[in-house]
């Protein structure tokens, strides 16, 4: 069988709750991105941002806008789970968020630029994995929080 057909047949996600402390290498970083560049787009639009958030900005961001948006929606949030929204990004030591960002085109319509999108994720998902990474794609509250975007 051709090794990445058996390779995608194999595939599973790690979910976050149960990810370990590890170290993405530079390299496999860099390679993980590229992998996640190369997807159908038309028009050559690129229409999406990666965004790599590691080392101190993971905190940062949990403290300074993760917990402090999650308590501006859920008023009677305990101190408990405002102190895992600020941890929520330590779960990995690199986070990518990927931004759909669809532009007005004559010719291409803003669903295809959004299943662009998806597609980096899904490329970076198996190119991580492939280097044995445990990774999940994850869209959760912040996903849809405009104070949380990351732009």
């Known amino acids: 069988m051709n090794e990445i057909v058996s390779?995608?047949?194999r595939r599973r996600s790690v979910t976050a709750k149960v990810?370990?402390?590890g170290r993405v290498s530079d390299e496999h970083l860099k390679n993980i991105i590229e992998c996640g560049m190369r997807v159908?787009?038309?028009?050559?639009l690129n229409p999406w941002k990666i965004i790599i958030i590691a080392n101190e900005k993971r905190s940062e961001l949990g403290k300074k806008i993760l917990a402090v948006e999650f308590k501006k929606s859920n008023p009677n949030a305990n101190e408990e789970e405002l102190k895992f929204e600020s941890?929520?990004?330590m779960r990995a030591n690199v986070v990518l968020a990927i931004i759909?960002?669809?532009?007005?085109?004559?010719?291409i319509p803003k669903w295809e630029m959004e299943l662009s999108s998806g597609a980096v994720c899904q490329n970076i998902l198996i190119a991580a994995q492939s280097y044995n990474y445990a990774c999940q794609w994850i869209t959760?509250?912040?996903?849809?929080?405009?104070?949380?975007?990351l732009n």
């Open 40 to 44: 159908p787009d038309h028009g050559a």
């Open 7 to 9: 390779f995608l047949k």
């Open 19 to 21: 990810m370990k402390e």
């Open 140 to 149: 959760e509250w912040y996903s849809y929080n405009k104070k949380c975007y």
């Open 87 to 89: 941890r929520r990004f």
């Open 100 to 107: 759909s960002t669809p532009v007005k085109h004559p010719k």
